[in-house]
């Protein structure tokens, strides 16, 4: 008798500590979520900023500065869903970057090649920081699906988190239709 009581008892202690454990779990995979949503948007807007300053600089034709000033401004906006507006951006630099002789274009002007290598980084870093933060999605999304956490409602009140779908490719389809990554853009 006594020794069924001790086996119930420890039995309790082992599953309640195993629901702590996943319930912490869960708390922390939402909080890393939130963290790495936080790195993709500050990421998003370096990218956005330094296109815009690409725009400005002035060694764009006047049509393509228009045009990437017009979608770097929407990209950090937002009027419309992130999503739209950052792809929107990865295409007009996309359309930029793959003018005929643009590379040529930026030769022997030290601030041009200064924002081209910042544009780049901050591409890379865009793309680095949404597959963390999608990566992230997926293990939060998946620890949700377990039906312990189901039945005993352990993801509390927290939102679910979306994964976040974007062009951010900068690469360029040569004539033939086969991609081609332009120089030094790694992304």
């Known amino acids: ?95 930029v970057l793959s003018q005929p002789g643009f590379r040529d274009s930026l030769a022997g002007r030290g601030s041009a090649d200064e924002l081209l290598a910042e544009l780049e980084a901050a591409a890379h870093q865009v793309f680095l920081a949404r597959k963390f933060y999608n990566d992230l999605v997926a293990a939060t999304l998946a620890a949700r699906r377990r039906r312990l956490v189901r039945v005993l409602g352990l993801a509390g009140g927290a939102a679910l988190p979306g994964f976040f779908e974007m062009d951010d490719s900068l690469v360029v389809a040569d004539g033939d239709g086969r991609g081609s990554d332009m120089p030094h853009l790694t992304s």
């Open 1 to 95: 008798m006594l020794i069924d009581v001790i086996l119930i008892a420890v039995a309790a202690v082992l599953v309640g500590v195993y629901v702590s454990w996943r319930a912490g779990r869960l708390d922390r995979l939402h909080k890393r979520t939130e963290t790495a949503r936080a790195a993709l948007d500050a990421a998003l807007v370096r990218r956005s900023s330094v296109a815009q300053e690409l725009a400005a600089c002035g060694v764009l034709d006047p049509a393509a500065s228009l045009l990437l000033a017009g979608a770097a401004h929407d990209a950090r906006a937002a009027g419309q869903p992130a999503e739209l507006a950052e792809s929107d951006l990865t295409r007009a630099l996309r359309a």
